[in-house]
């Protein structure tokens, strides 16, 4: 096999497409349909979307239209100093200067570059200089002389389709968890922020949950628009902030640290395994099943997630809220993560380079509740409801982190020819 394989550098065999930023002062070009990808949209490995969209003018003034299936890679940012976003477009999309797209030439098919470039992500990695101010940089030069091998096209299809099928399935578990995550926090919006059931109650509704919990909502709103008898509270009441922390004393011979650039809406992308010797300063928190961990350094990048494992330590860059009950899980969760909690975070956030808030602020984040005789029962019929859907979401993130493992695992052999198309198709049958 080794010698059907082409000698080659990356530069010969993609074309690099630059992109920009159309002028912020120009109406027009902004808030149309068009996707605009900066680095805070780049956190899954098939993108479909993006937070700020360009118009048609946009689109055609100052930055570049990259065509479906291209590859975008981050070559600005601090986020290169310890990872380096790949992301396949499914559809075309406009990027800004941090961004290269990539497009195969010749002798690469379209379906096989993305894993090219992710099973040469550590050299490519180790190519990333200082640009200032602590900001990575990959040299456009430097990237198009990384020296790579590449096997016949019938080969490149097989490894595609083999890696291809694992990110499907991480893809449906992705989805899955999005649903029902979307589910649980419908419901806490409808139960501590909207008020649904009051408001039904008013407006003479039809009960629309089971006859025991329709009766602990009152049935009219009092002159703040809360519920009558409700009380303004804080996460505070429902949770101990920073709870746990490694010292000098005490520290454990190996950690798996949980660092801001791998925490990204709800997904604890990898856990990196280090001894406590090698560890950097911030890793301090201990985390415990059960905890959400908020991300304090620019929040609007809604870096937090709920712990399930044991064994994980968090950055100082988190606030680590701990229930101070296993009932108060999901809504201490679902108050701190909430898109208005996060939008409150980031309006508070202070600093120009790093814009952050302090641990307590998050704690602080308002939620509604029922009167204090009555709140404990409320929030556990609150857990009841949504358990089944927390289970389900703990289940497909253990099973996403299995596969995520399984193509890091495969893709290097693939990429290198170590492991033969046959043998990987053999070990992917207990998969289908």
């Known amino acids: 096999m080794g010698g059907e394989w082409l000698d080659s550098t990356l530069g010969e065999v993609t074309d690099f497409l630059s992109g920009g930023t159309p002028s912020k002062s120009r109406a027009d070009y902004w808030n149309g349909s ?11 490995f098939r993108l479909e979307d993006s937070e700020d969209h360009v118009t048609e003018k946009g689109a055609s003034n100052g930055t570049r239209l990259a065509p479906a299936g291209s590859v975008l890679l981050l070559v600005r940012g601090m986020t290169l100093l310890n990872d380096l976003p790949i992301c ?28 090219l470039l992710l099973g040469n992500k550590d050299r490519l990695l180790s190519r990333v200089d200082l640009a200032g101010h602590g900001t990575g940089r990959l040299n456009s030069d430097e990237l198009k002389s990384l020296e790579i091998r590449l096997p016949p096209p019938a080969e490149q299809r097989a490894i595609a389709h083999i890696l291809g099928t694992l990110d499907d399935k991480i893809e449906l578990n992705r989805r899955r968890n999005q649903t029902l995550e979307a589910m649980a926090r419908a419901l806490f919006k409808d139960w501590f922020v909207d008020f649904g059931p009051v408001h039904a ?43 746990e922390s490694w010292t000098k004393k005490n520290p454990p011979y190996e950690i798996r640290y949980v660092d801001l650039s791998n925490t990204k809406q709800g997904t604890i992308e990898g856990a ?16 415990r099943p059960g905890d959400t961990i908020v991300g304090t350094v620019r929040p609007g990048n809604k870096s937090f997630a709920l712990i399930g494992d044991e064994g994980m330590t968090g ?30 975070l980031s309006h508070l956030a202070d600093g120009a380079a790093y814009p952050a808030v302090r641990p307590d602020v998050v704690l602080a984040s308002p939620v509604t509740i029922p ?48 492991l033969r198309i046959a043998d990987a198709e053999k070990f992917m049958e207990k998969f289908q």
């Open 371 to 418: 009167p204090k005789e009555a709140v404990n029962d409320l929030l556990r019929c609150f857990a009841d409801a949504v358990s089944g859907w927390s289970e389900a979401i703990e289940q497909n993130k253990q099973e996403y982190q299995t596969l995520d493992q399984l193509r890091d695992t495969l893709l290097p052999k693939l990429i290198s020819g170590e």
């Open 272 to 287: 990196a395994r280090m001894p406590w010797s090698e560890a950097p300063s911030r890793a301090q928190r201990i985390l």
């Open 34 to 44: 068009i996707p605009w990808v900066s680095a805070k949209d780049m956190k899954q």
């Open 88 to 115: 396949v477009i499914s559809k075309p999309m406009t990027f800004n200067q941090d961004v290269k797209a990539l497009r195969p030439n010749a002798n690469v098919i379209d379906d096989f570059l993305p894993y």
């Open 201 to 243: 109650k008013m407006e003479g509704q039809e009960p629309y949950l089971p006859t025991d919990l329709w009766q602990r909502f009152p049935d009219r709103l009092d002159d703040e628009g809360k519920p009558e008898g409700w009380q303004s509270a804080t996460l505070a009441n429902f949770a101990s902030l920073n709870p």
């Open 315 to 344: 950055s100082t860059g988190f606030a680590v809220l701990r229930p101070l009950d296993k009932h108060f899980r999901d809504v201490v969760f679902l108050a701190a993560t909430s898109p208005e909690n996060i939008e409150r």
